[in-house]
């Protein structure tokens, strides 16, 4: 299921969000220009590797941030830009710009130690906005439960969800792959699935110490 557009009118412009996005479209486009030997250089620099971080914490703190705004792919990023697309605005607009701009940061920040708490000694990279987007989905679920989601089933379904069932859905089925990695694989698998549920449920926990007063 795929969430194509909310019927969830802003109050307002969400400048940060469209800026998040734009900031990870601009690093994608800029990995996609430098030769392969460089955009190694560039995840092994930038990403969040555990085996480092929990080795050197201080040292390679940087990779919890840095690791947001790197992306493996085109459908990667375009996963990842679209979810923030489609539930990042309302979440900016109760929570205010920069209220959210830090949300969302620490949202990713606690996702990446989600995932690196459960494979401390992986040399595989980790990158990808995903663990912060989840922490968007994590808010919006709390401050927009009744909202209705227009959500494509292929190939040729459509239907209007409310925010709860949709992104409940959702946060099982990350619950679900994370635990199944766990037990067959021993590492959580090829997906940080970990990131994705420890992002969700930060978001589901966190957002009321950062919205604005507004009825919550």
Do not use: C, K
Not at 5 to 31: C, E, K, M, Q, T
Not at 95 to 107: A, D, T, V
């Amino acid at each position: 299921m795929f969430p194509l557009h909310d019927a969830n009118p802003r109050h307002g412009p969400s400048f940060v969000n469209w800026a998040l996005i734009a900031l990870n479209v601009a690093v994608f486009f800029y990995s996609l220009g430098v030769s392969p030997f460089e955009a190694r250089t560039l995840v092994l620099t930038y990403a969040f590797i555990p085996q480092f971080f929990f080795f050197d914490p201080l040292g390679n703190a940087y990779r919890l941030l840095s690791s947001l705004f790197l992306h493996g792919g085109l459908a990667h990023i375009l996963g990842n830009m679209f979810f923030l697309y489609v539930f990042g605005d309302n979440v900016e607009d109760r929570l205010g710009h920069g209220r959210y701009l830090l949300f969302y940061l620490l949202g990713g920040v606690v996702a990446t130690l989600a995932h690196g708490v459960f494979v401390p000694g992986s040399p595989v990279p980790m990158i990808g906005a995903s663990g912060a987007v989840s922490a968007v989905l994590g808010a919006y679920i709390v401050l927009f439960p009744r909202q209705r989601i227009l959500t494509f089933v292929p190939p040729l379904f459509l239907f209007w969800l409310p925010a709860w069932l949709y992104l409940g859905y959702w946060a099982l089925i990350q619950l679900l792959e994370a635990f199944g990695g766990l037990v067959v694989m021993g590492t959580g698998g090829g997906i940080a699935w970990w990131a994705h549920v420890g992002g969700f449920f930060f978001g589901v926990f966190a957002v009321r110490s950062f919205a604005r007063p507004r009825g919550l």
